[in-house]
């Protein structure tokens, strides 16, 4: 899937209270992920961050679920699955995936997406935040949620 064509969104989150889930593979990009979340949120002034680590992409649904169903306005989801030589990705990614859109629609909670599903490394830190990335997507995950909760705000 290519990120041309992203929109460039700026939002307020002012009073919101946001938790981030973050799985713990591929330390150099989480790293560049939970950076680019964090400069995310404080650019959109929001002061009220929760973070929770958890072991892999498989545990960020129940994590996400457990701050949704605890006052969170927003959840961002960061994880990095690189594709290995057995069907395990998919199974990881398609558990993360079904999850996390389980709970924001089951909850009403908006998750923004921030998981990385790709087919080797070099993938991974392109889209980290690092210097030398082409996008990042610990921020652009921020900036849906936040985005999306205003959207809802009204209806
Ligand atoms: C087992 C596993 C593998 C092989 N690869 C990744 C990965 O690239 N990224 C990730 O976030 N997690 C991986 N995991 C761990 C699973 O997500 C999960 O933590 C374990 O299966 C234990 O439930």
Redesign the pocket.
Known sequence: MSGAGAPQITVDGTGLRITVVA?S??TEVMDGLLAGARRALAAAHVTHVTEIRV?????LPVAAARAAEHGADAVVAL????R?GTP??EY?CSAATTGLTDVSVRTGVPVGFGVLTCDDEQQALDRAGLPGSREDKGAEAVEAAIATVVALRDL
């Open positions: 799985a593979w591929h072991p892999g992409s498989f545990e994880g990095v699955v690189i290995g395990h990705f990881v």
